[in-house]
């Protein structure tokens, strides 16, 4: 057992995280980043809205950005694949947290760049098709699937996100020109009024009809790409089946992930995460509920010192507000340790 001593230190090595450190490291304080390698987006081959890496793979770019610590800052920065298993702050305002090899760190201040985990409505296939032909925002994958097929799936568990997918793909995703349109609501029969308001069809169910949406009810029994590799075959309970490229859905859920859970506790941040699975905001009536969600402007949690950044405060950030969080959380951290430094002059 070794006992490391940072000024920061940064949990998760995603673009949040990869952010915090690379601000952090211009100050040339010491930084220490972990990393277990859980990414939000890891079965995702393209990322897109990403100025400058367009197209690009994501895990191309948490290379790049390891890859540019390691050159510029070496110094200062040290990265760590491995988890933290317990994080707690001291009586004397450190932080002790402990890694999975049993090593622990001191550090001044923290960073929580920890990412979030989406829960997928219980369907055979839905998982492993999640960032592939499943996905569920037009900005990061939507522009692929124009002028061809497309389904937008709804599911029971999802009544309270329903309309908003609904009023999503009525403004944003027409102008994608998809050829065949399928609205699938897996059981919630739109024929009752229970069953349209559930798919949150409720004021929208006769334009969707009048604009050629094909309302497909019966339940699912699975999906799989199909055998030429080229859509997705979804199988229905009545024996039918229909094939698409792609299709979008909303997560059912969104919490904490394995890896972050054990150290998000009740105890570390003087409150409960959101039902979002995201951090709370300090002492603040703005957002307490994880809605509306939070764009990094104050990276502060309810303890002095800690902070977060990405999708560990904010379900709706994407990789470029990520980064934008990611160095917000970092300049805070330093200016606070800078005021602390100062007021012993
Ligand atoms: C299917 C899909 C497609 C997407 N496509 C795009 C896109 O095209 N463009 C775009 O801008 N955004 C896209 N996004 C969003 C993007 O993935 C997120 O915005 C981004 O990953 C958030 O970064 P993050 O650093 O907060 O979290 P993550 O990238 O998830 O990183 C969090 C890291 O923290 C680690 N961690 C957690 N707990 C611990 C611990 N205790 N110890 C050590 N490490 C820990 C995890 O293992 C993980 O490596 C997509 C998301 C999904 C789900």
Redo the contacts with the bound molecule.
Sequence with gaps: MSVLVSDLLV????????SAAMTFSRLKRTCIL????????Q??K?????AGFENES?SDF?FKMRQDLTKYYSNTFTFKL????ELKKLDNGLFEALDDEKNKINAKKVVL????K?HMPDIKGVQEQ??KRI???I???GTETANAPFGFLLTKNNSQMNPKLVESMLKLWRSLDHTDKYILTNGMDVETEQGRKDAGLEEKYDLVKKLGYNIISTPIESMAENSSETALEIKFTDGKSIEIPAMLLFPEKFTA?E??L??LTEGLLGDKLSPFGTISPPNTDLGVSGFPPRMGDDPRTNVKGLFW????GSFV??????LA??QTAAVFAGDQLGEEDMLKL
């Design positions: 949990i998760g090595g995603g673009p949040a995280g990869l972990y990393d277990s390698g859980l990414y939000r987006n079965g995702v393209h990322s897109h809205t990403i994501p948490r491995g988890k933290i298993i760049a920890t990412g979030l989406d999640w960032g996905i569920h925002c900005f990061c994958h992930t890896d972050s054990p150290i950044a990405g999708n560990s950030a994407n990789v470029t507000v990520s969080q990611g």
